[in-house]
């Protein structure tokens, strides 16, 4: 924003001149509901919001839903009002100021004191409103009005005097807000997508490894048959190491090794990138510590608990790259499918079996002499390379939804803090 003049710094071509000033109170009334009894709740009928609703439904989720009956939110309606479309339910207690925006005039009623409810009488755009509200100029006023240490609260008061600014057109209103709805509706689908998968993954994962005490999966590729055979950890590597115990006088911001640490190994088998936070050291670093370099491919096995054993297949970072002392380093041997392997060492069988052998008080941990002895079972090269295959093609799917989530709510950032005044 211009310090002189109230216009974003970036929007639709076409429009021109400063944004109103105005408060929340000014174009919306502000206010909440009747009291509802817990006892009142029901388990079909008209919808009943509550804070955690809200918040669930804010981040892609759902909560088990409470109800009221229909004479009760006809009661209710008649002292109150009703919610209408483009109106917005405000949190007002815990996570504050997550709103919720109402799309239909189908009958709803919510909580009072922990909701605040934004009457939209004066037709700004609904969506406009909503976005607002996860704006950076909203989250620093709502930092400004609340106490670190005390229990927040977002008052109808604060509400009503809320400062917002709006474009005076009603057209620019409705560009923004259905830009943002565009960009809202493409990351609920590739968050959809990515669920999907991993709800399949999940389910795969239960039938195509034998369960506890058996020794064949309920389903397996055509073609294949017998028992699978136990084998220790140890039997399917030919080099297994540990990471480097690096001491923080070796790390830095930037260098020349990537340091690859526990909270880099995903518990879906995945590699959490996690840049923000990337640590390094240099080479005479290396040199001095004398370490372990590990190569794209390696199959890295967490030691550190939550969970213990989780494993991933190390990818190319563009570094090369070093581990932590709480990382399992291992190699297969050409008669293993790395990819199988991975997969079977996150299945939940084989996790409890590491969990078994965690040990420690403020860090739990497996050693890597009882890790080396968990036992898995596994079929011919040929069924396990299928295998491998297959879970190879939905973790690369998996991956590209949420590298299109990460491309896209960068996007959203970016927007939010440019086309917000």
């Given at each position: 924003m211009s310090e002189e003049n109230n216009v974003p710094a970036i929007r639709f071509k076409g429009f021109s001149g400063e944004w109103k000033s105005s408060e929340l109170g000014k174009l919306l009334d502000i206010t909440s509901a009747a009291r509802v009894h817990k006892n009142e709740w029901t388990n079909v009928g008209v919808p009943f919001f509550r804070t955690s609703d809200v918040v669930s439904l804010y981040k892609g989720k759902e909560n088990k839903k409470a109800y009221i009956s229909l004479e009760l939110y006809k009661e209710l309606s008649a002292r109150s009002g009703s919610v209408k479309k483009d109106d917005?339910?405000?949190?007002?207690?815990?996570?504050?100021?997550?709103?919720?925006?109402i799309k239909t005039s189908d009958p709803i009623y919510f909580k009072d004191a922990d909701l605040l409810w934004l009457k939209n009488t004066t037709d700004t755009n609904g969506y406009l409103l909503f976005t607002f509200f996860s704006s950076p100029p909203f989250r620093k006023y709502i930092n400004s009005i609340t106490h670190i240490g005390t229990i927040s609260h977002y008052t109808i008061e604060q509400?009503?005097?809320?400062?917002?600014?709006?474009?005076?057109?009603?057209?620019?209103?409705?560009?923004?807000?259905?830009?943002?709805?565009?960009?809202?509706?493409?990351?609920?689908?590739?968050?959809?997508?990515?669920?999907?998968l991993l709800n399949l993954k999940k389910a795969l994962l239960e039938k195509m490894f034998p369960k506890q005490g058996a020794t064949v999966p309920e389903i397996r590729f055509n073609g294949f048959s017998g028992e699978w055979e136990g084998i220790a950890l140890r039997e399917f590597v030919s080099n297994i190491s540990d990471g480097d115990w690096i001491e923080s006088n070796h790390i830095f911001e930037q260098g020349?090794?990537?340091?690859?640490?526990?909270?880099?190994?995903?518990?879906?088998?995945?590699y959490i990138d996690k840049e923000n936070n990337a640590k390094y050291f240099h080479q005479k670093d290396f040199d001095e510590i004398r370490a372990n370099e590990i190569f794209p491919n390696d199959i890295l096995i967490s030691r550190l608990a939550e969970p213990a054993g989780r494993t991933i297949i190390l990818p190319n970072t563009g570094f090369r790259m070093v581990t932590a002392v709480d990382v399992t380093v291992i190699r297969p041997d050409d008669g293993f499918?790395?990819?199988?392997?991975?997969?079977?060492?996150n299945t939940t069988i084989v996790l409890l079996k590491v969990s078994e052998n965690v040990s420690g008080t403020s860090h739990k941990r497996i050693s890597r002499s009882n890790l080396e002895k968990t036992k898995i079972l596994a079929p011919n090269l040929d069924e396990q390379t299928k295998?491998?295959?297959?879970?190879?093609?939905?973790?690369?799917?998996?991956?590209?939804?949420?590298a299109q989530l990460k491309k896209l709510n960068h996007i959203k950032q970016a927007c939010l803090e440019k086309m917000f005044v």
């Amino acid at each position: 924003m211009s310090e002189e003049n109230n216009v974003p710094a970036i929007r639709f071509k076409g429009f021109s001149g400063e944004w109103k000033s105005s408060e929340l109170g000014k174009l919306l009334d502000i206010t909440s509901a009747a009291r509802v009894h817990k006892n009142e709740w029901t388990n079909v009928g008209v919808p009943f919001f509550r804070t955690s609703d809200v918040v669930s439904l804010y981040k892609g989720k759902e909560n088990k839903k409470a109800y009221i009956s229909l004479e009760l939110y006809k009661e209710l309606s008649a002292r109150s009002g009703s919610v209408k479309k483009d109106d917005l339910l405000i949190t007002g207690g815990g996570s504050i100021g997550i709103p919720y925006l109402i799309k239909t005039s189908d009958p709803i009623y919510f909580k009072d004191a922990d909701l605040l409810w934004l009457k939209n009488t004066t037709d700004t755009n609904g969506y406009l409103l909503f976005t607002f509200f996860s704006s950076p100029p909203f989250r620093k006023y709502i930092n400004s009005i609340t106490h670190i240490g005390t229990i927040s609260h977002y008052t109808i008061e604060q509400a009503k005097t809320t400062p917002i600014y709006v474009p005076e057109e009603s057209e620019e209103q409705t560009k923004i807000g259905n830009y943002f709805q565009q960009l809202d509706t493409l990351i609920a689908q590739h968050q959809q997508k990515h669920d999907k998968l991993l709800n399949l993954k999940k389910a795969l994962l239960e039938k195509m490894f034998p369960k506890q005490g058996a020794t064949v999966p309920e389903i397996r590729f055509n073609g294949f048959s017998g028992e699978w055979e136990g084998i220790a950890l140890r039997e399917f590597v030919s080099n297994i190491s540990d990471g480097d115990w690096i001491e923080s006088n070796h790390i830095f911001e930037q260098g020349k090794y990537r340091i690859i640490q526990t909270g880099n190994l995903g518990v879906n088998g995945e590699y959490i990138d996690k840049e923000n936070n990337a640590k390094y050291f240099h080479q005479k670093d290396f040199d001095e510590i004398r370490a372990n370099e590990i190569f794209p491919n390696d199959i890295l096995i967490s030691r550190l608990a939550e969970p213990a054993g989780r494993t991933i297949i190390l990818p190319n970072t563009g570094f090369r790259m070093v581990t932590a002392v709480d990382v399992t380093v291992i190699r297969p041997d050409d008669g293993f499918n790395s990819t199988f392997l991975k997969t079977q060492l996150n299945t939940t069988i084989v996790l409890l079996k590491v969990s078994e052998n965690v040990s420690g008080t403020s860090h739990k941990r497996i050693s890597r002499s009882n890790l080396e002895k968990t036992k898995i079972l596994a079929p011919n090269l040929d069924e396990q390379t299928k295998i491998g295959k297959l879970f190879k093609q939905l973790d690369t799917l998996l991956t590209q939804h949420q590298a299109q989530l990460k491309k896209l709510n960068h996007i959203k950032q970016a927007c939010l803090e440019k086309m917000f005044v």
